[in-house]
T-cell receptor
């Protein structure tokens, strides 16, 4: 049962523009949400996270928004750079060590 | 330092071989994890160690045997694997529950079973 869903398998964006990645979840017990970035043949790299008591967290070019009532979160990357081309995984945790991952969104930044 | 290291980077083994994967972190994390990742899929949790004790086994076949010799090291012993076990094996670490949630991943070991 997929508790974390990333419904867009891919996203193509022009360099310098905004990338918006979306993620939906079904388990209302999740209390922490994370985004990971993954290049081919490498491990996922932690990008940014947000606690369920917040609705926004910003770190440089990356901002995560959380809408608890809609069980939806998004990752904004502004401005997008060629090095941002990678697979992005949304993940959620329920205070039990288990990260539930989405299926991933492949981002391609065009020059 | 947010680095998790894994060795070897690549491993090819036959179905009768015994091999081990190694993972190391020096971030003071007391929770360590093994994940398996197939191509174009998200990582799947296999094992969790908390304070050097096995706390979660996600019904992993016994041909995979984890070991946590100390707070910095995590091993995964492999024996009599099947070709379908070929995958990227990822190690991760984090602070224990209640002290933070971010899991930091190593680069992985690419395992091929022939």
């Amino acid at each position: 049962d997929q508790q974390v869903k990333q419904n867009s398998p891919s996203l193509s964006v022009q360099e310098g523009r905004i990338s918006i990645l979306n993620c939906d979840y079904t388990n209302s017990m999740f209390d922490y949400f994370l985004w990971y970035k993954k290049y081919p043949a490498e491990g996922p790299t932690f990008l940014i996270s947000i606690s369920s008591i917040k609705d926004k967290n910003e770190d440089g070019r990356f901002t995560v928004f959380l809408n608890k009532s809609a069980k939806h979160l998004s990752l904004h990357i502004v401005p997008s750079q060629p090095g941002d081309s990678a697979v992005y995984f949304c993940a959620a945790e329920n205070n039990d060590y288990k990260l539930s991952f989405g299926a991933g969104t492949t981002v391609t930044v065009r020059a | 330092d947010t680095e998790v290291t894994q060795t070897p980077k690549h491993l090819v083994m036959g179905m009768t071989n015994k091999k081990s994967l190694k993972c190391e972190q020096h971030m003071g994390h007391r929770a360590m994890y093994w994940y398996k990742q197939k191509a174009k899929k998200p990582p799947e949790l296999m094992f969790v160690y908390s304070y050097e004790k096995l706390s979660i086994n996600e019904s992993v076949p016994s041909r995979f045997s984890p070991e946590c010799p100390n707070s910095s090291l995590l091993n995964l012993h492999l024996h009599a694997l099947q070709p379908e076990d070929s995958a990227l094996y990822l190690c991760a670490s984090s602070h224990p529950i209640g002290q933070g949630y971010e899991q930091y991943f190593g680069p992985g070991t690419r395992l091929t079973v022939t």
